[in-house]
């Protein structure tokens, strides 16, 4: 008799922590689901209530499932919500700029001095005969407050979200580094783009430069123009304002660009 005791207590426990286990896993994970839905974890008192709850969230998440995909079977099936979009998508995609596009161009081309250390005139410093950032964005600026559609610079198309800029002598553009000379071209209002050129205070410096110092600065009518659509990322991952320098007209003598 005393031999068989210790057989049936392990028989019985054989049984038992299977149950136990299980009755934990669900006391714990019930648990869990009310601290997600309520912010806090809940004391489980009742078993059988925590299961019954856990049973109703299940079926509200079910509930939820089925609508949603509801949802999407009948935006599937509804093709005028489709066409409705691509309509939309297509009519804004020229000032996105993501489609090719045509039409009369101006071509705007910035240069360095072309000076070396030797031949720098006196008093003037690297830095005043080369262009700079702010000299090829006060261009672009100027061209779009023109009536620019669509603008390119050197062989790439000119989105929102485009970067324009200068790492030392060098243009950072899209991942893509350019030496200068730099060249902005854009399709718009042609005689708009013009003026906008001529009334704006940076590039009306940058002109003083050019004929101080030999600063490239030349614009164009290059006619009819086609530009492929830009194919790269629109998502911006960060922004910046830089503010132009004050317009100074040069002088005899050193002026600080």
Do not use: K
Request: glycine share 10%.
């Amino acid at each position: 008799m005393t031999s068989e005791r210790p057989a049936r207590r392990r028989g019985s426990w054989r049984v038992l922590v299977p149950v136990v286990t299980l009755a934990a896993g669900l006391m714990f994970g019930t648990s869990a689901a009310l601290a997600d839905r309520t912010g806090s974890v809940e004391r489980p008192t009742d078993l059988a209530g925590l299961i019954q709850e856990r049973n109703r969230a299940v079926a509200d998440l079910t509930r939820q499932a089925e609508e949603l995909s509801a949802e999407v079977d009948g935006l599937s099936r509804d093709g005028s919500t489709v066409r409705q979009t691509t309509a939309q998508a297509d009519r804004i995609a020229p000032g996105v700029g993501t489609l090719p596009v045509q039409g009369p161009a101006l071509r705007v081309t910035l240069d360095d001095a072309g000076y070396s250390l030797e031949t720098l005139p006196e008093g003037y410093t690297v830095d005043d005969v080369v262009v700079h950032q702010q000299d090829v964005q006060s261009v672009v600026n100027a061209l779009w407050s023109g009536g620019a559609e669509a603008m390119m610079i050197q062989d790439q198309r000119i989105v929102a979200t485009s970067s324009v800029q200068c790492v030392g002598n060098t243009l950072y553009l899209q991942g893509r580094v350019y030496s200068p000379p730099y060249s902005i071209t854009a399709i718009g209002d042609v005689e708009g783009m013009q003026q906008a050129l001529e009334d704006d205070p940076v590039v009306t410096n940058f002109r003083g430069w050019s004929r101080a110092l030999g600063l490239g600065y030349q614009v164009e009518d290059v006619g009819v123009q086609e530009f492929p659509g830009y194919a790269g990322p629109t998502r911006p991952l960060h922004a910046e304002v830089i503010t132009p320098r004050e317009p100074t007209e040069p002088t005899v003598g050193p002026v600080q660009r």
